[in-house]
Every structure is written in C-alpha cells, then in structure tokens.
C-alpha cells in the first residue's frame, strides 16, 4: 500500500532540509520525496516534527550491552583497557548481551551498524536477533605471540568465508589496535583482507599511552602487556607512528580509523588523500577519556568522511547514536544540523560502504527513517531538531 508521510521539515541527507517535505512509501520502500500532498492516499501528519534518515552507529562492541554503567577509570586508559580485560575474563561466555545491543540499538534509532566482534555469534543467530538491522560485522583479531597467530588468522579466514551466508550483514576484520597485534600478523590479516575485498577497522592513534608505547616503547600500556606476559620490546621498532599503519591499511578498499583521537597533521592530510579511508569519531567516549579536543570539524573541513559511533557500554552510558549528535552540536552550536546530522547517517554508510542500508530519504531506499518531534518552535526553525526538547521515534 502506498501512503504519504509529511512533516514541518524532511532532513534528506543531502542538503538543506526540506520545508513541508512529503515522503511517498510504498512496501517498505521510499519512492519518491516531494513538496506536495498527493490525493487519494492515506496521508500521516506530523506536527511540529521532522523527518530523519535512520541513525548509523559505525563502532560498537555490543559484547558489553548488558553493562549498566562504565567501567573505570575511563581517564587512566591502560588502566580501564585492563578493567575491559578483566571484564572479558569474568562475564564468561555464558552472558551473551549481543541481542541486547542489537535491541537497543534499533530502539534509539539506529538502522545500521559496525560491529567488533570478539566470539562467532553471527553465525548462530537468526534473522530475528538483528533486529531488522543491517551493518558490517568486523571479526576482532588480536596476538601478540607469535604461537597464537595461526588460530587467529583461521577464525579470521571462517568469519569471512561465511559472508554469502547473511544478506543484511558485511563481513570484515578488525585487527584491534598497535599495541595488541604482532606487525606480522597485521600484514597477514591485512592480505586476507585483501583477497576477500573486506571492510578494515582497527583502532588507531587512540590514546597518548599507544604514542608512546609506538615511539619510545616505554608507557602505562607496555607496563599493562608486560604483567600479560606478552610484550617483546623488539616487536615494534623505535619511532613507529600511526602513520605507518595508515600506510599499510590504505591499500584495502575500504578503511575504518577507529577513533583517531591524536593523529598529527600529517596524517591527517594523508587521509586526506585517500578517501576510501574514514574516521570514527566515538563524542561521548572521547569526552570521559579526558583527551584533547577531537579534529573531526578539522578533518571535515580537510574532506576527510567522519562517521559516528557509540563504542560501547564499557566506555559509554548507552548506544544512542542521537545522544552523540547532541553533544555534537554543544560543541559546534555553529554548524547547521543538517550537516552535524549527516555524521550519524550518510557518512556512516559511506564509511561502511553500506548504499544499501539507508542514511538518506530518496527513492529507492528503505523506509527506516525516523520522526523528531519537538515544539511548536520546531515547525518554524528546522535547526532545533537536536536540542534536547526534541525526542525521536522510529
């Protein structure tokens, strides 16, 4: 059946939003985007309200979603990556919180996700558990002794020859971060990559601790892996930089920098000059780690694709990809809506490579937009969509 959708404002994705904007669906589909009212359909009002595309969560690690605070301490980061293991250690996997997530996930709004994942649950879910999600789950890959590489590259090689299994899911790798993967595993992992034309994601240039333990070998994180009995001083040479590593991942088709709060200049125009490579920039996680003010306005400015994403409860109150656009916009009351809203939508679909998933409202994409009902002063001034007075349901 065909039906209209109509509201003071349609944020397309693209753009200025639309003024009295009319949305045509039909079967789930989106088959036109006007600015009148057709006849002889039945028409859905919403007043003092504006339609969304659906939200893009691009990092999340939904093994912890059954938390109901952060681990501490957030601002010591070897300290609380240490608190995550312990976590990991205690839980067991008998507590699988992954259907949590994911249902939290589709009840703030998010449509689709990228996903870290630590065990094979993708493989043992059903349709039902996603949630009518869709996203790229990136199997987690961590070693550094060199005995473990193997069974690591072998579950890697699984994850990704399932991918024909699941039409709504991508299957890619996440070689987690420098200081927790050997440099000949990164290489195997990213040639894996290669072959298979899989989506990357690898946390990088995250903390201060990881710089130092990159360029002196010295540092709170080289102390946390020594106590794990798993640093060798001479795995990493002497002066590495994050660099180094965007220089091994740009030959893949598709690059996810996982926070990138502490990249230089340099590496910032280097990213520049691959766009197939894009930034996740976590706000909330960001701002209770205590790091210096993020470059994400920097790097968009430089055409750099910044996208949005949660982390995940262990660092993070919730999962709601509209909370990290509100704090967004705090910290740029400056830049239109419309441009802060497409961090949580249509950058996050390009940097998933997801063009399938939705992100816009346009013809031909699903039907998973959203409605952000505020005042009566959202009916006249389209940029109060984000102020916390305004609420969004799917």
Do not use: K
């Amino acid at each position: 059946m065909r039906v209209a959708c109509t509201a003071d404002w349609v944020y397309c994705g693209h753009g200025p939003p639309l003024p009295q904007g009319v949305v045509l669906v039909e079967d789930g589909q989106i088959i036109a985007v006007q600015s009148d009212v057709p006849t002889g359909i039945p028409v859905r009002r919403f007043t003092n309200a504006a339609l969304l595309p659906g939200l893009v969560n691009a990092h999340t690690h939904l093994e912890f979603s059954g938390l109901t605070s952060p681990l501490e301490p957030r601002d010591r980061f070897a300290d609380w990556i240490r608190s995550v293991v312990d976590c990991r250690r205690e839980r067991g996997a008998e507590q699988d919180w992954i259907p949590q997530g994911l249902h939290e996930c589709e009840s703030t709004g998010t449509v689709a996700f990228g996903e870290i994942a630590t065990s094979d649950w993708l493989a043992e879910a059903s349709v039902s558990v996603l949630q009518g999600l869709t996203g790229v789950v990136f199997r987690e890959v961590l070693g550094l002794r060199p005995e473990s590489h193997a069974a690591q590259l072998e579950t890697a090689q699984r994850h990704l020859s399932n991918a024909d299994r699941d039409d709504a899911i991508i299957r890619g790798l996440s070689p987690h971060a420098p200081y927790s993967v050997h440099p000949a595993l990164l290489r195997s992992v990213l040639e894996l990559a290669r072959q298979f034309q899989a989506p990357v994601a690898m946390h990088l240039a995250e903390s201060q601790a990881e710089l130092e333990l990159l360029d002196r070998g010295s540092g709170p994180l080289v102390e946390l892996l020594t106590s794990f009995s798993v640093w060798n001083a001479s795995d990493i040479p002497l002066g590495t930089r994050p660099l180094d590593y965007l220089r091994l991942l740009a030959p893949l088709p598709c690059v996810l920098v996982v926070h990138g709060n502490h990249l230089d200049d340099e590496e910032l125009r280097f990213l520049a000059e691959h766009p197939h490579m894009s930034v996740v920039y976590c706000p909330r996680t960001h701002a209770a780690m205590g790091h210096p003010p993020h470059r994400w306005r920097e790097m968009l400015e430089m055409g750099i694709n910044v996208c949005l994403g949660t982390d995940s409860r262990a660092s993070n109150p919730d999962l709601s990809v509209w909370d990290e656009l509100r704090l967004v916009q705090s910290l740029a009351p400056d830049m239109p809506a419309s441009s802060i809203l497409r961090l949580g939508t249509v950058n996050g679909v390009r940097a998933l490579g997801l063009s399938h998933a939705g992100g816009t409202i346009a013809p031909g994409q699903p039907a998973n937009f959203l409605v952000a009902s505020g005042s009566e002063q959202l009916a006249t001034d389209p940029e109060l969509v984000l102020l916390r007075n305004a609420d969004i349901r799917v």
